[in-house]
């Protein structure tokens, strides 16, 4: 079956062959080998071998072509776009699937080698356990990935096994992990469960739920000089902004018709109270009820004021440095973070030209329509210009410097085809030049899928004494503009 691209098959046991029949919706493993996929029964690594010299003598074989990831070894990790892989040989793959010997360099281990060489790829297939399908098992194809690096090492029964790493090849669909809960079982319960682990909580304690971090990419420390901020800290230059009034209601926010803070947000109220509150839409701006408000800290209203909700993990990637998970699957419009660190005037922020971790708040600019970095929520026509935002700025006033301290989102990637949105929200007051900002889910998150937002940067628009920054993008999505700014 194919859908968005990626071709689903299922494992209906080994001895059961229906045939090819395009239009039938789930593929065996024999399936598998007879559309070319992958034409080993048991072995995870499929290869041509020296047999193919002959055909292409400039090439060096045995070379792999594709590679299933099925949970079969102990030491394999799944990090959808990077993928650790264990080479073969020297496990017990019918008992418990732990080492009992060493592996060596040879047939398949060699190929992933040879094809890293050459720079070739390989075609990768998961092996996914449901409960949908009688066998238990459907398999995806998810793509093509390519060997960066591999290396020995004891694995975690004590034999040396080799590792792979393998980064999927950009310009190729979206890996939908949503419809394929590839990595589900795989989620720990708490920390201490997590292989690489780098940190046990990064917020030390300063979050209700820890913040962990992994690493299995490489031996780098996690962030030692970071502090980590659950909530703004404001430089000692900035003057006070002038508090909310807030709304007279009693023990919450009901009827839209007489709260002063749903009349802001257009006569409505912003969350619905599912899930520990989700965004209806997505808005420019959200007024959440504030400490003037009458109605109680209970209320529905106030849904970013109760901190992170979800098991967050920062974790480290080949190509993009730190990255940032949810253990929990996270609705659609979700608030999941807010984006920390010192607020602070953006002309007295330090080197703006190399600073990866400031985000200049926009909010007013795009309102008004003047050159935010992005537009979003409302067209164009739909703008009452008020007269504050007729006087706004061209340029963000202010801004949040997470470059030394900050929180979970400072280590949030962009992607261009992004699951999460900026979402300015008030409560304590009414300036939205000061707006918080918060990284809200676009759409149900699965658990482990990595969490991007669009950094929204127009390209060469990082300009310092005329020299342009330019920055690779290696979000891997099929709409990549190849470029972050
Ligand atoms: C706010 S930080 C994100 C966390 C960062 N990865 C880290 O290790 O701390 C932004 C920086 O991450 C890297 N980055 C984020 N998204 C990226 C992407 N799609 N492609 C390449 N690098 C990316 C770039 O170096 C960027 O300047």
Redesign the pocket.
């Known amino acids: 079956m194919r859908v968005d691209g990626k071709l689903y098959l299922n494992c209906k046991g080994l001895g059961h062959v229906p045939g090819i029949n395009v239009g039938d919706h789930f593929y065996s493993r024999c399936e598998m080998m007879a559309v070319g996929l992958h034409s080993h029964w048991l072995a995870g690594i499929d290869y041509l071998g020296a047999a193919f010299k002959k055909a292409m003598p400039s090439r060096t074989f045995p070379v792999a072509s594709s590679i299933v990831l099925s949970g079969c070894y102990e030491d394999d990790v799944d990090n959808a776009m990077d993928v650790v892989y264990t080479g073969q040989g020297g496990n017990d793959l019918l008992g418990k699937k732990h080492q009992i010997a060493d592996q060596v360099m040879e047939k398949g281990n060699l190929a992933l080698k040879n094809s890293m060489d050459q720079d070739l790829p390989v075609r990768l297939i998961r092996g996914n356990k449901t409960k949908k399908s009688y066998t238990g098992k459907v398999y995806t194809y998810d793509g093509l990935y390519k060997v960066k690096k591999y290396w020995a090492e004891k694995g975690k029964s004590g034999f040396t096994v080799y590792k792979f790493l393998l980064r999927r090849m950009e310009g190729q669909s979206v890996l939908t992990t949503d419809q394929v809960h590839f990595v589900s079982g795989n989620i720990p319960s708490q920390p201490s469960e997590l292989r690489g682990l780098a940190c046990a909580d990064l917020s030390n304690g300063k979050e209700r739920i820890p913040v962990p971090a992994s690493n299995v990419v490489d031996k780098v420390p996690f ?1 030692p000089n970071f502090r980590y901020l659950a909530s703004n800290e404001v430089d000692k230059n900035l003057p006070d902004p002038i508090p909310a009034k807030g709304c007279n209601c009693k023990g919450g926010c009901y009827d839209v018709k007489k709260c002063s803070c749903a009349a802001l947000n257009g006569k409505k109220f912003p969350y619905v109270s599912l899930n520990g509150g989700r965004l209806v839409e997505a808005v420019d701006v959200v007024y959440e009820c504030g400490p003037q408000c009458g109605c109680g800290p209970s209320c529905h209203n106030r849904v970013t004021q109760r901190g992170i909700q979800y098991r967050l993990e920062v974790f ?2 080949a ?5 940032v998970r949810s253990w929990d699957t996270i609705p659609a419009g979700a608030p999941v973070c807010e984006y920390t660190g010192v607020l602070m005037r953006t002309a007295d922020a330090d080197d703006l030209f190399n600073n ?2 400031l985000f200049e708040l926009d909010c007013l600019q795009t309102i008004a329509g003047i050159g935010g970095r992005q537009r979003r929520c409302l067209e164009e026509n739909d703008i009452k210009i008020s007269g504050t935002l007729k006087d706004a700025p061209e340029q963000p006033e202010y801004c949040i410097d ?1 470059g030394t301290c900050g929180n979970v989102s ?7 085809e992004p699951n999460l949105f900026v979402q300015c929200v008030l409560n304590e007051h009414h300036d939205l030049s000061r707006a918080r900002v918060w990284l809200c889910a676009a759409d149900t998150i699965p658990p482990l899928q990595e969490l ?1 937002y669009d ?1 929204g940067y127009a390209l060469d628009s990082v300009v310092k004494d005329g020299q342009i920054k330019v ?5 891997g999505a099929h709409t ?1 503009r190849k470029r ?1 700014h």
């Open positions: 962030a480290k990637t190509s993009k440095g730190w990255a990866e971790y997470a400072r280590f949030i990637n962009h992607s261009c991007c950094y920055l690779p993008c290696y979000c990549c972050l």
